[in-house]
C-alpha cells in the first residue's frame, strides 16, 4: 500500500521536525554554537585567539565524526566590547542562527547586558570571559563558568606571598575599574587574614601611557611588595619604570598579566616578576608530547603561534565536547545540564587544573597557581592555591 | 626633589607624543577646516608599518621607519584625493564623518589581519637607561623629547622659508585670497593631509617604545586633542606646547595630589584655559586680541 507507506514516512519526518524543533539548535546532523567576541575592539587581541582555540577544538572533534554522528559548527559575532553590540548579536544567535548554546562569551560588560537574555531564552551560558560572580551565582540551572572572580585568585596568592616571603608593606597599583577595585577587596582580605593592611595605593586610568608618578608614590611609601591589578601593557610600564629607577621592588601581577608578551616586550625588566595563572602558557620549547603536537596543528591552522588564551579557548570547547557527549544522542538542554552537573575532568596537557561541577556550584574551578618570569619565560613556582 | 624630576622627565617625553598628534590635528584644521577623527587610527597604522617592515620584511629600524613614514604621508595625500576631496563645500560635518568612516575602515582592515590582532609588537629601539648623576632617563624618552625638538625646527623652516611653506600657510590665512595670488589650493589640501598624516606616523614610531604597537595606541589621540584646543586650534607652536603642558601637568598632579585627582587635572586644566583664554593659551600670551 503506497498511500499508507507515503503517510507513515511523512509521520516519522514530522514528528522528526517536531523533536528537531524542540531543542533549539539541534538537528540531526548538526549542533550549532553562539559565540560573542572582542574581534575589533580594545580586547580584540584576546578575543581572536580564544576564537580560534575554539574553532581548532570543535573542528577536531569534527574530524573525529562529530558528537553521537552530529558536526559542531560555530556562529561568532563580534562586539568590539560594546554592550548593545553585544546585545544584537545575542539576539541574532538568539532567534535568526537559533544556537543550542552560547560559549566563552567575551568582557563583562558584555556579559553583563547579553546573559539575562540567554538564559530567559533557555540557553546554557557557558564559561564566559568574564571574572563576575553573578556568571555562576546564585546557581542558576544555565550558568556555568570556569573562570572565578579575580578576588579570589588575588586572596589566595597575595597571602601565601606574604607569609612565604615575609613582606611587611604591601602596596597596589590598579586600574581605576571593576576589575583594578575587585583586585583591591581580594588583596586587602589577603592581607586582613595575615593581620597586615594595605599600606599604599595608587591608580591609573585605562590607555595610561606612563607610570612614572605612581611608581615614585609606591616607592616613597617605602613598600617591599607590589600587587599590580594591571594588564600586559601597564604590567611592562609599571615594572620597567621601578626597575630603571633602581627600585627592585617584588611586584606580583593578575592573571590579567600572565602572558608570553609579558617577557617578550618587557625584556629584562619584568624578570623576576610574579603572577597568577589559572592555566599554563603553552611554550613549544619543553612541550611535553602532546602540546608539542597541539602547538603544531594550531600553527598550521591560524599561522600564528598559539598562546595563554587559545588555550583557554580551546579548553572551554573541549569542555562543551565531553558534556555533549556525555549527554548522550537525545541532547536536550536538560539533559546537556545534567551531564555537565557530572563532570569531572583531570588535568590536561596543557596542565590545567581539574574542572568539575556538580548540582550545587556552577563554579568548575576556583584556584590559581603562582608563576615568575625568569629567563625570559614563566615558571609556574605553585601548585593550585586552596 | 629627584623623583620630581625624574617625573618631570617623562611627562615632558609623553607630552611630546601629545604635542605632536595635537600638531597634526591643527596642521589639518588650518589648511582645510576639518577636525580630523582619524589622527590616532594613522597613528596605529603608522606604527605597524613599521613594525611590519621592520620585524616582517627585515628591514633595518631607521629605514623600515623612514618608509612608515613616508607611506603614511603617501596614504593621506590619496586620502585627500580619492575621498576627502569631494567633501569641499559640503557641511563640515560631512568632512568630519568621513574622517571617522576612514579611521573605522584602517582599524577594522587591521584587525583582519591575524598576526596585527593577536598581538602587542615592539620596535627595537635600544631600551638602555641613561644614567646622569642619580637621574635615570630612559633612552625612548631621550629619543622622543630629541626628535619633537629636531622636528619642531624642521617645520618652523619648512613654513618659514619655502616656497610650499609659505604657500600653505597663505591658504590656511585665507584660502580665496591665496587662489587668485595663484598658489594652488587643492595642491596645499593635499599637501597638509600628507603632512598631518605623515606627522601622526612620527608620533606612532616615537611611541612604540613607550607603550609599544597594538591595536589600541590610537587611544592617545584622545590626549592629543585637548592638548590641540590648549594651543587654540590654531597655532602650531601652540599645540605642540599644549601637548608638553598637558603630559607634565598629569605627571606632576600624580605625584603631588592626592590619590585619583591626576586623572581629572588634565582636563580641569583645559576648562580653566578656556575659561580664561578662550582663544587658546598661544594667543594669551600674545596678548588677548
Known sequence: MPVFRAFVALVIALSALVAAAATPGVSDREIVLGSIQDLSGPAAMLGSPVRDGMLLRLEEA??????????????????????????????????????????????????????????????????????????????????????????????????????????????????????????????????????????????????????????????????????????????????SEARKTGWMVDMLVTASGYSAQTHELGGMAV????????????????????????????????????????????SIADLFVRGARAAGRELTVARFVSALEH???????????????????????????????????????????? | MLSLIQVLTSGIAIGCVYGLVALSFVLIYKATETVSFMQGELLMVGAFAAVALNAGAGWPLWLAAATAVAGMALLGAMLERIVLRHAIGQPHLVAVLLTFGLGLIMRGGLTTVPAASHDIYRLPFADRVLQVGALALSFSHVLVIAATAALAVVLAVFFRHTRA???????????????????????????AWALGAGLAAIAGVLLAPI??????????????????????????????????????????????????VKDVVPYAVLMLALFLFPDGLSSGWRGRR
Not at chain 1, 351 to 370: A, C, K
Not at chain 2, 168 to 190: D, F, I, K, Q
Not at chain 2, 213 to 231: D, Q, R, T
Open chain 1, 271 to 314: 624578570d623576576g616578576l610574579y603572577a597568577v595563572s589559572v592555566l599554563p602558557h603553552p611554550y613549544a620549547a619543553g612541550a611535553n608530547r602532546a602540546l608539542a603536537d597541539w602547538i603544531k596543528r594550531y600553527r598550521a591552522r591560524f599561522g600564528v603561534d598559539p598562546n595563554v588564551w587559545s588555550a583557554m579557548g580551546y
Open chain 2, 165 to 191: 611653506g609659505l604657500a600653505l600657510r597663505a591658504c590656511s590665512e585665507n584660502a580665496r585670497v591665496a587662489s587668485l595670488m595663484g598658489v594652488p589650493v587643492e595642491a596645499m589640501h593635499t599637501l
Open chain 1, 62 to 239: 569534527n574530524e573525529a565524526g562529530g558528537v553521537h554522528g552530529r558536526k559542531l559548527r560555530m556562529v561568532l559575532e563580534d562586539s568590539g566590547y560594546d554592550p548593545k553590540r553585544g546585545v544584537l548579536a545575542a539576539r541574532k544567535l538568539l532567534d535568526h542562527d537559533q544556537v543550542f548554546a552560547f560559549l566563552a562569551n567575551f568582557g563583562t560588560p558584555v556579559v553583563m547586558a547579553t546573559m539575562p537574555l540567554i538564559v530567559e531564552a533557555g540557553r546554557p551560558h557557558l564559561f564566559p570571559f568574564s571574572p563576575h560572580e553573578s556568571t555562576y551565582s546564585p546557581l542558576h540551572p544555565l550558568k556555568f563558568q570556569i573562570f572565578a572572580p579575580y578576588q579570589r585568585y588575588m586572596d589566595a596568592a597575595t597571602r601565601y606571598m606574604v607569609q612565604s616571603r615575609g613582606y611587611r608593606r604591601t602596596c597596589l597599583l590598579y586600574q581605576d575599574d571593576d576589575y583594578g577595585l575587585e583586585v583591591l577587596k581580594g588583596v586587602e582580605a589577603g592581607l586582613a587574614r595575615v593581620g597586615q593592611a594595605l599600606v599604599e595605593k595608587t591608580s591609573y586610568k585605562r590607555g595610561a601611557t606612563d607610570f612614572s608618578s605612581q611608581i615614585a608614590r609606591l616607592r616613597a611609601a617605602d613598600c617591599d611588595f607590589v600587587v599590580l591589578a594591571t594588564v600586559v601593557r601597564e604590567t611592562i610600564a609599571a615594572m
Open chain 2, 211 to 260: 607603550t609599544f604597537v597594538h591595536l589600541n595606541m590610537g587611544l592617545i589621540a584622545l590626549k592629543a586633542f585637548p592638548a590641540a584646543v590648549l594651543g587654540g586650534l590654531t597655532s602650531l607652536p601652540g599645540a605642540l606646547l599644549g601637548g608638553v603642558f598637558l603630559g607634565v601637568v598629569e605627571a606632576l598632579a600624580g605625584l603631588a595630589l592626592p590619590e585619583g
Open chain 1, 343 to 386: 563532570l569531572e575532568t583531570t588535568r590536561d596537557f596543557f596542565g590545567s587544573p581539574e574542572y568539575h561541577f556538580s548540582g550545587e556550584d556552577h563554579l568548575g574551578n576556583r584556584y590559581g597557581r603562582l608563576a615568575q618570569i625568569r629567563d625570559g619565560r614563566w615558571v609556574i613556582l605553585t601548585d593550585y592555591l586552596k
